[in-house]
């Protein structure tokens, strides 16, 4: 049996009572089985149908499964593939949800009620989500599940994306009854796959660390990835993948799991006693709960699931492509952004507004076009233990005031722009001292600091409107083109002081959905400035910060060699044009690393780019090679920053890297090579390029002879002998 429409992307099958969620290369196809479950049937490449009782087969086991029908032995929760399962009622995997009612139990019984198909997608009440410019883009099914018993509804909604191969899920609770529910759990989504046989790929670090790669075979039990720390953290980022074991950069299964959300997540995998796997990911149960009166509602993240059968290049490919252009919003989505001077690295606290004014003169001389000017202009802030909350700008450093200041940088011809961190407050701050109960506390208990400062609590308004005020205060004051929004601490102490003790594990998430109001607040009223988010580098480089700011300082660690690390593990889910990416000083800040200036520049290229050093510094001949890096970049960064990335070579698996921009045309490319530690008498060597288009014909940079597409991609373009450490090579392609 087909489907009855099969041209739509979301198609029901009456007579199976079946739905297949089509892409333009995938299917999703779950069931409403027997006694109103719904279970989850296939995803992966397109097929056009799913004969549901072969895939069913098998599912009764014995005692230890139990039955939640008597009447049907063949039936257990524990073997079923789901949807969104419970815990209690014969399943004993990890549940979607937990919900406590009154009378102090955990049980609950979601079964089949409705459903509608409907063009385009909604937005989700107070979160970040993806979206389309126009209905035709998706379809969306929503499913309403129901407890009578109770009078709860969850409505499951999956979009499915006409061009991308992307499914998105959320969840929304519905307390119909007229009794209190708690909600313990609350994941976006949940899913079953038939066999255990992958891998695992998650991105961990630390700060100045961010986003390693890490793959490893799925084991028995549950892996799992989480963040606790009250943003999505530089420890674990909020996405997970699934991998068949011979999967490559170009070939293979894929199943990605990103969440839409910047706080506390989990992310896992659990493989079972039947060695299926289920996987999820979600606001983190831990330490959460969410009381849901009468009539109210609870609405879950986003998780945006992307499957490719041609490899992880294709699967961040899909992300980077509806990332960029259907999560990043406003007038810089699709604009090359300005290359930046930063003078974090090159004064930090102690700067005037002549040693800013002679940065940003000799930024012009170099081609730069916006001087962003860190963290120290206001309050009494000379290091960083002091004058957080406190936006007013310090007059000893900038006696004349920013207006002026911004004001003489526009002059020069350069645009202006400034850092903010909003989220925080100094114990040492008039703030703190006129407000000491608006940071995140719990009563008689310590407030630990970290970097002397403290986390403002987010979950009160009258919080959020204070920051939204001084902020928008500052922004209307001077010609200000861009913003940094840094974050430097995690949660502590989580607690509020507005909240009634039973709502107290809400404080957490409610922080996320105030930050996210007071950030769409300030961005909605300040279209014409380009916000960067920041958290002491890459602390919350997440798809929920690049819904409100299209880019996001990928870490504090500027060294060439680690950032190889850090912007390749960054390339699997974030598209270029959201990492920013600086050239900064030797021996460097982080590591004490000499790298040549080349390297620092062709690492830096590959993001938005920029520099973070006293540029007064530089000699003649240094002067001559920035502005040769920055005219170079001028060409290139519409195809930077809009093209299609493949990675070539990884560096975490050894001492070289590589990879190449693509134009969407296939008409232009940009390739770096880059080798770490020079080699005694090293290999002759290749690069095989990827994504070119094999029937044109190519030019190279520094190549007298053109070469075809078929040619670079097969047979490569060959690696320069190279003297010495921190090498790197670019080429630039065109067709002909
Ligand atoms: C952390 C950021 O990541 C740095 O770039 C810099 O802005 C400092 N904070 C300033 O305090």
Redesign the pocket.
């Known amino acids: 049996m087909y489907y009855n429409e099969i041209c739509m992307s979301i198609a029901f099958n009456e007579l199976e009572k079946t739905f297949n969620l089509q892409s333009k290369n995938t299917s999703y196809v779950l069931q409403i089985h027997r006694d109103g479950y719904l279970v989850h049937l296939y995803w992966g490449k397109k097929i056009k149908k799913v004969n549901a009782e072969e895939l069913l087969a098998l599912t009764g086991r014995g005692s230890f499964s139990p039955n939640p029908n008597p009447e049907d032995n063949e039936l257990s929760l524990d073997t079923l593939p789901q949807e969104y399962p419970a815990y209690g009622n014969s399943d004993f995997r990890a549940p979607a949800y937990c919900i406590q009612l009154e009378n102090g139990s955990t049980i609950t019984d979601l079964r089949y009620e409705s459903f509608t198909i409907k063009k385009g997608k909604t937005t989700l009440e107070g979160l970040p989500a993806t979206y389309v410019e126009s209905d035709d883009e998706a379809e969306t099914l929503e499913i309403t599940l129901a407890d009578p018993l109770i009078k709860l509804k969850v409505v499951l909604s999956y979009t499915v994306y006409k061009d991308y191969d992307v499914i998105t899920r959320n969840v929304k609770f519905i307390n119909k009854g007229t009794s209190n529910l708690k909600l313990l759990r609350a994941l976006s989504m949940s899913l079953d796959f038939d066999s255990n046989n992958y891998d695992f790929l998650h991105l961990h670090g630390a700060w100045a660390r961010e986003r390693h790669v890490e793959r490893t075979s799925l084991l028995n039990g549950t892996q799992s990835i989480e963040s606790r720390r009250g943003a999505s953290s530089h420890a674990h980022n909020p996405f997970i993948a699934l991998l068949s074991k011979d999967a490559t950069e170009d070939y293979g299964d894929v199943y990605g799991f990103s969440l839409v959300y910047s706080g506390n997540f989990l992310a896992q995998a659990e493989v079972d006693q039947y060695y299926t796997t289920r996987v999820s990911i979600g606001i983190n149960p831990f330490d959460f709960s969410w009381l849901l009166e009468p009539e109210q509602s609870f609405q879950t993240p986003e998780a945006v699931m992307v499957y490719s059968s041609n490899g992880l290049g294709e699967m961040s490919r899909t992300y980077h492509k509806l990332y960029r252009t259907r999560l990043c919003r406003g007038k810089f989505r699709d604009k090359t952004r300005p290359i930046l001077v ?1 003078n ?1 690295e090159a004064t930090y606290f102690n700067f005037n507004a002549e040693k800013i004014e002679s940065i940003a003169k000799a930024g012009k001389e170099l081609g730069i076009e916006l001087f962003v000017l ?3 202009w206001f309050g009494k802030r000379d290091n ?1 233990d002091c004058s957080l909350g406190d936006w007013v700008v310090d007059a000893k450093k900038l006696p004349n005031g920013l207006d002026t200041l911004a004001k003489h940088v526009n002059e020069l011809g350069l645009q202006f722009g400034l ?1 903010f ?1 909003p989220e925080m407050v100094s114990p040492d701050s008039d703030l703190y001292r006129r407000h000491p109960d608006w940071c995140l506390h719990v009563p008689d208990r310590i407030r630990s600091q970290a970097r002397k400062q403290l986390v403002l609590d987010l979950s009160r308004e009258d919080v959020c409107d204070y920051i939204v005020r001084s902020v928008c205060d500052i922004l209307k004051s001077a010609p200000i083109s861009y913003v ?1 929004w ?1 974050m ?1 601490r995690n949660m502590t102490e989580i607690g509020s002081e507005n909240l009634p003790r039973e709502r107290q594990r809400e404080t957490a998430h409610r922080y996320i959905l105030g930050l996210y109001k007071v950030i769409d607040r300030i961005t909605s009223k300040f279209p014409n400035v380009l916000f960067e988010s ?4 890459g602390g919350r480089f997440d798809p929920g910060m690049l819904f409100y700011m299209p880019q996001t ?1 990928t870490s ?1 660690n500027t060294d060439a060699v680690e950032r190889l690390k850090i912007q390749y593990g960054t390339s699997i889910v974030y598209p270029i044009s959201t990492m920013g990416a600086h050239v900064s000083a030797i021996p460097n800040h982080q590591v004490h690393r000499n790298t040549s200036l080349k390297m620092r520049g062709d690492v830096a290229m590959s993001g938005n780019f920029g520099y ?1 050093l006293d540029l007064t510094k530089f000699t003649d001949k240094e002067k001559e090679v920035v502005k040769e890096q920055i005219t170079h970049y001028k060409k290139l960064r519409e195809l930077i920053q809009f093209g299609d990335f493949y990675r070539l070579l990884n560096p975490f698996k050894g001492n070289e890297a590589a990879w190449m921009v693509v134009s969407t045309d296939k008409t232009q490319a940009f390739a770096v090579y880059f080798r770490v530690l020079a080699l005694p008498n090293a290999a002759i060597r290749k690069l095989q390029l990827k994504g070119l288009d094999s029937t044109k014909e190519y030019s190279v940079s520094h190549k007298s002879v053109t070469f075809g597409g078929d040619e670079l991609m097969y047979s490569g373009l060959s690696i320069p002998e190279l003297q010495g450490d921190y090498q790197s090579v670019v080429w630039t392609l065109k067709s002909i």
């Open positions: 930063n974090w860190d963290d120290g960083d850092w961190e940094k840094d430097n920041c958290s002491g580098g300082w504090d973070e």
